[in-house]
């Protein structure tokens, strides 16, 4: 009781300071001293002693100290939220456009950073990138850094035993539909059970199921204007059926991305539809060898099957974004951080840490486009690279929709009408995206 | 009690007790699996196949958990000086030397618990009292009000509660999580129902003897209800530490981390590292399970005494 | 009353009595009011808004709207559902489970009978969190040890997906939760059973009495205040699940509770996020339901 009291006191007390506070910041914009970053594990970002590094460097150049805190893909949405309610948000934060943009940005609580952009900038970033990063409204919340095409992955010595590998075109990591009907089919039957997962107990990696699920027949999931979702294009659903009535792939409600991967990485599945150069490199994290299993099996990365074997697949990109703490000297030396970051010669760390590509070939002058020269593994999946569609992620109602995607996918996985169960949960997906 | 047994109800307790001991396993299951879990090598861990026993013995999974965050030991902190800082964060007194975080995250646990038991206690014996043997106006509604409050989960007044802890300047501070267990009226409920069976009399010759009320409350009242206050005490503790909803609703950063939180940030983009989640439970069970094992006895005879009583 | 002062008090004696109190309620009283009462009446107030996250949308007063859209919200009617089920079934079952444990245990010597309340207290001690972490993996769908053990013993031929399948899921959840629960319901009916009045029993045997209804017309009649205040504690317990939501499905395979959902609806990252009136009157709604079975089950308590 005793603290309370003195809380209560006190909060008195300050509310006077906090006013003359007020007066005193607002000339001038020197920026500040100390910024906050909150970070997803989005490579090594996630790992403090690469995170440290970068920041002592940032700090010797620029006298700003960061404090980083590290956020989880389970509960940081939640936690920047309830930040946010509390008025208690982050200076920076480094995810991609789908929440920066699409959510925060969108619901007014990201600084527009436009003016860090200048021509040289706009030419020299991939456009696709630009664009994600740009709300409808014109404004910029995001400095993209890295990028990736999300693809999937199959457990190499699995098919061999299967007699499986003769459906994959290993030089070009692609694969007909036909052939991956196929391949399940034997892998089946040699396993006897589940080879694969249409995963479904939440959103994290689901673009995976979606892309699988598009490049079967060719559906889309937007039209193109990113302004209504489109699942119930008949090829969906022809795709989703096609998918439940073939032995060994379950719809199943216990698994995420991250699950998935483990069971893939432990040798359970044989395929994994959440993959990317991340994984491949580090398999689930694991700090195990690249490109193996527990088991020591080969992984090899794949193109999702599609009709022709040209698919197109889920672009990731990732950079850092402003929180509007209506602080102009924080806001300004976030920008200074940025501009380190993502368009200075320091670029090359961020990328280098993130386990990504660059978003551009050079920043000021200093060349990126060897920043993975020396890595065989990055420079076989740059392969994929060309195959990057549409980044449709940005579609108004974006969180909505991946919440009435799963919940779609668990529907329909219990045996529930295709079109029926698809019409409803885009229905909600739809609402949301008319605002 | 004499016993002439039936071979029948020898039966009975034979089959009983079996199923009990399998029952009993699958109780120990759990921290068995935790305990083992901590010190398996990744083979083991990622294996298909359970694996009953630590193929080695390693402590590769306390090192990950050890070294992949660092933290000061523990600060001291000037509250509210924020104000004057240009950083908005509170100017830091004293720093302890920096740390694995999983050292601080327990710091952080057990702070939390310990002081959310202390305030529980010292409030609860106080008012618990008062609606027992004080016959002051108002505290049937008072209790009515208790009584409901009691079961409310915490998830009902999340939003109110979030935007008081913000507006007290509390938001991402230890406090946040200890005030709001404090206020949970389950302490007073329960040494309400301790504080009836002090007999009247007693306390009547006390006030006859000319003893103040707080002298009456601290010689006669707080030795009464003695095992009552060590069962609110455990049970309090327990709570707090068990209580993950609030630590994730109020907590934000590394050096404010309790240890369930803070082992859910070391996960990878999508991995679960079982390994590191084992020796993480380990670290956060293991304290409990020793005070638990210590004050067992006291424990059993101070729940049962409030409860016995109507 | 103990101190059977049941006359009327004097006006001097009773302000007396109000002061003292007062005074000993209100360390307490900062506490219960400022963190469950006045958030409460918040929650109520914020309830009959459209009051939102951002800040960047008007507040303004909408009456019962909020109300007359989760009567509506099938989400939401599902997780009513769900939250009784889980608080209804684990209830009983927990009272049930503990007075047999305890009955059976409390014929072993003290050795054993202390060994067998503390493993039966281990799960709540363990902590939520790793217990739960134990039991994701116990129900894992392919490498789980309940599918391994059913399907090597032949009970089942596929892996069941416990945690992925709505029409096991909830019963999934439920099972955890009565492992974390039957603690401290065992600790009491032991000692319940101890302080049984042994004259009465003895006395029904010279009667001829057989040992079930001893059990159930003398025993089970003297431990009554025990199980009313085991009725409490468990009731209380079952609506504190959270964790196990959170951490095992994220409400999806048919075990979304109240609880949940309105953790979901306020911080979750869905253009649903921030809708704070919303997410209070779900708060509301139960929180009524709550107060309702909290009265009911004193109302017994004073009946006996």
């Known amino acids: 009781m005793k603290h309370t009291k003195k809380i209560l006191a006190l909060v008195l007390a300050l509310s006077m300071v906090f006013t003359l506070c007020a ?161 399940v089919q034997a892998l089946y039957d040699t396993f006897g059970d589940t080879v694969a997962a249409v995963f479904c107990a939440g959103q994290g990696g689901d673009q995976g199921t979606r892309a699988l699920i598009n490049n079967l027949y060719g559906g889309t999931f937007t039209n193109a204007e990113h302004t209504a979702y489109t699942w119930d294009d008949p090829k969906n659903v022809q795709a989703i059926s096609e998918l439940l009535a073939a032995d060994g792939i379950a719809f199943d409600a216990s698994l995420q991305g991250g699950d998935e991967i483990a069971k893939f990485y432990q040798g359970v599945l044989k395929m994994a539809f959440c993959w990317n150069i991340a994984q491949q490199l580090n398999p689930n994290t694991a700090n195990g060898p690249a490109e193996k299993t527990a088991t020591g099996d080969d992984i090899v990365f794949m193109s999702f099957p599609s009709e022709t074997g040209e698919s197109s697949l889920q672009g990731g990109i990732w950079g850092f974004g402003i929180f509007d703490n209506g602080d102009e000297a924080r806001i300004a030396a976030a920008k200074q951080f940025i501009k380190y970051f993502c368009d200075s010669e320091h670029t090359a760390d961020a990328v280098k840490a993130a386990n990504y590509f660059a978003c551009r070939d050079t920043a000021e002058g200093t060349d990126l486009s060897g920043v993975w020269a020396d890595n065989a593994i990055m420079n076989e999946y740059t392969k994929l690279m060309p195959y990057l569609g549409d980044y449709y992620q940005v579609t108004t109602g974006w969180a909505a929709c991946r919440t009435a995607w799963w919940n779609m996918l668990q529907k329909v996985g219990e045996g529930a009408d295709i079109e029926a169960t698809i019409a409803e949960y885009m229905a909600q997906a739809n609402e949301a995206a008319a605002g | 009690m004499n016993k002439i ?35 398996k090598p990744g083979a083991d861990i990622w294996s298909v196949k359970p ?260 | 009353m103990a101190n059977g002062a049941n006359h009327k008090l004097s006006r001097t004696l009773q302000r007396r009595e109000d002061a003292t109190g007062y005074l000993f309620m209100l360390p307490s009283l900062i506490f219960f009011v400022g963190f469950v009462i006045i958030p409460m009446f918040i929650c109520i107030f914020m309830s009959l808004t459209n009051a939102n996250m951002h800040a960047s949308k008007e507040v303004s007063f909408i009456g019962l709207q909020n109300f007359v859209k989760l009567a509506k919200d099938k989400e939401f009617l599902a997780a009513l559902k769900n939250t009784f089920i889980i608080v209804l079934v684990s209830v009983p079952v927990v009272c049930l489970f503990s007075l047999w444990v305890a009955s059976v245990i409390y014929n072993y010597n003290g050795f054993a009978l202390s060994a067998f309340r503390c493993i039966f207290y281990l799960p709540v001690v363990t902590g939520s969190v790793a217990v739960t972490a134990v039991w994701k993996w116990m129900y894992d769908n392919y490498s789980g040890i309940f599918n391994i053990v059913l399907k090597e013993t032949g009970i089942i031929e596929k892996n069941i997906n416990w945690l ?81 939501i959170q951490l095992l499905t994220k409400g999806g395979a048919g075990t979304n509770t109240v609880m949940y959902y309105i953790y979901y609806t306020a911080f979750k990252l869905t253009e649903q996020t921030g809708h704070f009136g919303y997410a209070n009157a779900m708060g509301v709604v139960l929180a009524i339901f709550i107060g309702l079975l909290s009265a009911v089950q004193f109302k017994l308590a004073q009946e006996k």
């Open chain 1, 23 to 183: 007066f005193a910041q607002a000339d001038g914009v020197e920026p500040a001293k100390e910024i906050t970053l909150w970070t997803y594990p989005i490579g090594n970002w996630g790992n403090e002693a690469t995170v440290n590094e970068l920041m002592s460097a940032f700090e010797a150049d620029t006298g700003i100290h960061v404090t980083v805190e590290y956020l989880d893909y389970t509960n940081g949405d939640d936690k920047v939220n309830s930040a946010l309610t509390a008025g208690e948000g982050p200076d920076l934060i480094m995810e991609g456009p789908e929440r920066l943009v699409a959510n925060w940005g969108a619901n007014g609580y990201m600084v527009d950073i436009s003016d860090l952009f200048d021509d040289t900038d706009k030419a020299e970033l991939i456009p696709a990138t630009l664009a994600a990063c740009t709300h409808t409204s014109g404004a910029i919340y995001e400095y993209p850094v890295v990028m990736t095409a999300h693809c999937m992955a199959i457990n190499k010595n699995a098919f061999e035993q299967a007699d499986a590998l003769q459906y994959l075109d290993l030089e070009n990591h692609t694969w007909t539909t036909e052939n991956f009907f196929k391949a």
């Open chain 2, 5 to 39: 047994t039936s071979p029948r109800t020898k039966a009975y307790r034979f089959i009983c007790t079996i199923i009990l001991i399998l029952l009993a396993l699958m109780f120990l299951f759990p921290l068995y699996w935790i305990v083992t879990g901590a010190f």
């Open chain 2, 51 to 310: 694996v009953w026993w630590p193929s080695e013995w390693t402590m590769q999974n306390f090192e990950n958990l050890l070294n992949k965050r660092s933290s000061p030991l523990f600060e001291i902190t000037i509250p509210f000086s924020r104000y004057f800082t240009e950083s908005g964060k509170n100017i830091v007194l004293f720093q302890g030397p920096t740390a694995p975080a999983a050292y601080r995250w327990l710091i952080n646990t057990v702070f939390m618990a310990v002081a959310a038991m202390i305030l529980t206690c010292i409030t609860a014996t106080f008012a618990g009292y008062a609606l027992a043997k004080k016959r002051f106006r108002g505290r049937g509604i008072l209790f009515g009000l208790i009584v409901c409050a009691m079961a409310l989960p915490k998830q009902v007044i999340l939003i109110p509660l979030l935007k008081e802890i913000s507006f007290l300047e509390l938001y991402d501070n230890i406090w946040a999580v200890i005030f709001p267990t404090v206020g949970w009226p389950f302490g007073v409920f329960l040494m309400k129902q301790f504080s009836e069976s002090i007999p009247g009399e007693i306390l009547e010759s006390s006030r006859i003897d000319g003893a103040s009320e707080l002298k009456t409350f601290t010689t006669i009242v707080v030795p009464m209800v003695k095992p009552g206050i060590g069962a609110l005490a455990i049970f309090t503790f327990i709570n707090s530490w068990n209580d993950y909803f609030l630590q994730l609703l109020m907590l934000t950063s590394n050096a404010n981390f309790t240890l369930p939180l803070g082992i859910a940030t070391l996960q990878g983009e999508t991995s679960v590292d079982m390994g590191l989640l084992m020796a993480g439970a380990a670290l956060s069970a293991l304290p409990i399970i020793i005070v638990f094992l210590i004050f067992q006895k006291y424990f059993t005879k101070g729940i049962t005494m409030g409860a016995v009583k109507g």
């Open chain 3, 164 to 244: 992925g399948n709505s029409d096991y899921a909830l019963w999934c959840i439920i099972l955890i939760l009565l492992t974390t629960s039957v603690g401290q319901p065992i600790v009491l009916y032991v000692s319940a059973l101890g302080n049984v009045d042994q004259t009465l029993v003895e006395a029904a045997k010279v009667d001829g009495a057989t040992d079930t209804q001893v059990f159930w017309r003398i025993k089970w009649a003297q431990m009554m205040p025990t199980t009313l205040y085991i009725l409490v504690i468990t009731t209380i317990n079952s609506f504190q699940c959270f964790a196990l």
